[in-house]
């Protein structure tokens, strides 16, 4: 039967990085994948790139103060820890945020890899300093987005490739992983037909023959339950109040959580299945690339948010803030969906869209085209483009005929007219002094204070019923899954526990198969650039474990 040393199931960011961790070290590796070739990198590829870096050259170019105790304090605040099976998460935290104040940069910027000059400040918070939020602007952009950061890992995998030390197993299933003598030795599964479908679309499931492949270790980079609704609402925290029925999917149908079950069925012990990642700013893509695609709106702070009768949210729960309890919030309205209401010069300088595909500019590397971002009346093309055909948003000139157009989609009559305008227009009232007692006009005017949000991000206080800054804009919101927070339990050796806390010999998990590290790094919430971040560090100690470890 064919054997190498080592086999990696999942050809994403995390199974790339300990793959080539793995090469580096003159081991010989089989990355296995489910998917056609084309689809090599997985979700990354469709990610916009961001980083969570502490003390970086570029936040310190943007006037911003950070530091490793004030990471560390952020991010033990917003994850909340509080269970037993939290020891190794906890342990992966620590030790990730060592990695983002430390090597990472300049381990990838050796690589090749560059960023965005301007930090954003993603999940702001807004509770207190103890507690959820990134304090200062943590939000690195790579240059080229999510397939900047796959490049160097693809390309040191073709290298390794050529010599002989790598190779692929695309349209292979992983079914089942081979265990003798309470050790790992290997996985089996079925062949899958091929398939030239463009990447992302889904792919065939005709089963053409079945393999077997033996190695001294199995690493599972197999991603998390995104994919899979089913398996989101069995899933899904009580905490949260019920799961909406109507969900939009943020990544690809093949992020099905499969190996997730079939690990446990070799003996490894999954932790915090009940959290979990997901966005409530999604809007149905109007040029979809797989099914119920969702793009995620990456919102400034200033577009008044309003639940499905028309109630503004309470503070914190701002554009941008603070993704798990606006959830939480909203999943209590007994409504699937929610609204933005902005304008014109809002929607020019604070709407920005996931993805790499809706960033061509930044995916593209061109400063000549980004630079066109801060020039003229109109928002990035692709969010014009999702203006003028996502059937979420509706354009007009006054507040009456939004408010008919918003009830219209709705299919209700939900929203009155005089309520919106009376919340509208006591909040524009909030601008006519450099004062103010409406929580979030004082968060927008802290983030005009950071030089980034001045000079990119965040438009010019105004009132949004003044005409001339028109038209009006509504946005229905829906919820899209994106991330499992928990997984595989792993050591710090990225090695799965087993039941009874002990290694499972023979057997790792990477990326978001381990709650990007240990069973769940992130705690309850996350702050955001740490999704890539963790499948770079958990892939890195992944292999380079397991290249110590095998002959």
């Not at 091929?194 to 499931?205: A, H, Q």
């Not at 003028?388 to 007009?396: L, P, Q, T, W």
């Not at 309520?419 to 979030?440: C, V």
Request: hydrophobic fraction near 40%; glycine fraction near 12%.
């Amino acid at each position: 039967m064919p054997s190498t040393d080592v086999i990696v199931v999942g050809a994403g960011l995390a199974g790339l990085v300990a793959a080539t961790e793995l090469t580096d070290a003159g081991r010989r590796v089989v990355i296995v994948e489910q998917e056609p070739e084309q689809s090599l990198g997985g979700q990354a590829f469709w990610s916009f790139g961001g980083l969570f870096f502490v003390d970086s050259p570029e936040q310190r170019r943007m006037g911003v103060r950070d530091s490793h105790a004030l990471a560390l304090a952020d991010w033990m605040g917003t994850a909340a820890f509080d269970r037993p099976e939290d020891h190794w998460p906890r342990r992966w935290a620590e030790a990730y945020v060592d990695f983002a104040a430390g090597e990472k940069r300049a381990w990838l910027h050796a690589m090749g890899m560059r960023w965005f000059p301007v930090v954003g400040w993603a999940e702001r918070g807004g509770y207190g300093a103890i507690g959820h939020g990134n304090s200062v602007p943590r939000f690195h952009v790579t240059w080229g987005t999510g397939p900047g950061v796959l490049e160097p890992f693809v390309r040191r995998a073709r290298e390794a490739q050529a010599k002989g030390l790598l190779s692929f197993a695309f349209r292979h299933r992983v079914d089942g992983l081979l265990v003798e003598n309470g050790s790992v030795v290997g996985v089996h599964g079925a062949r899958l037909a091929d398939d030239s479908m463009e990447r992302g679309k889904p792919s065939s499931r005709e089963v053409t023959g079945d393999f077997e492949l033996r190695a001294q270790a199995v690493i599972v980079a197999s991603g998390g339950i995104g994919g899979n609704h089913e398996l989101v609402r069995k899933n899904w925290p009580e905490r949260l109040g019920p799961p909406p029925l109507h969900m939009l999917c943020g990544v690809p149908a093949h992020v099905d959580g499969r190996m997730l079950g079939i690990s446990e069925a070799a003996g490894a012990r999954q932790i915090n299945r009940d959290r979990m990642w997901h966005y409530v700013e999604g809007i149905e893509n109007w040029n979809p690339i797989w099914p119920m695609h969702a793009i995620r709106i990456l919102p400034g702070p200033s577009s008044l948010w309003f639940d499905a009768r028309g109630n503004r949210l309470p503070g914190p729960l701002w554009p941008g803030f603070d993704t798990m309890g606006t959830l939480e919030h909203l999943r209590g309205t007994g409504f699937d969906y929610s609204w933005f209401i902005l304008d014109q010069q809002i929607i020019r300088r604070e709407f920005a869209l996931s993805g790499s595909e809706q960033n061509p500019d930044l995916t593209g590397k061109s400063w000549r085209q980004v630079a066109k971002r801060a020039v003229g009346k109109q928002a990035p093309a692709p969010v014009e483009a999702f203006k003028r055909n996502g059937r979420d948003f509706i354009v007009r000139d006054n507040l009456e005929d939004l408010v008919v157009g918003m009830n219209a989609l709705a299919g209700s009559q939900l929203l009155d007219v005089a309520h919106l305008r009376e919340e509208i227009e006591a909040r524009d009232r909030q601008f006519d002094n450099p004062f103010a007692k409406d929580s979030q006009v004082m968060a927008i005017d802290n983030a005009r204070r950071y030089r980034g949000d001045r000079l990119v991000r965040v438009a010019k206080p105004h009132r949004i019923l003044d005409p001339v800054n028109g038209p009006l804009i509504a946005v229905r919101l829906h919820l899209l899954t994106r991330k499992s927070l928990g997984g595989l339990e792993t050591d710090l050796q990225a090695r799965v526990l087993g039941h009874d806390g002990q290694p499972l010999r023979g057997l790792y998990a990477v990326g978001e198969a381990a709650g990007f590290g240990g069973g769940g790094l992130h705690g309850y919430r996350a702050l955001e650039g740490s999704f890539l971040g963790g499948c770079l560090f958990s892939g890195r100690m992944a292999g380079r474990a397991a290249a110590a470890t095998v002959a």
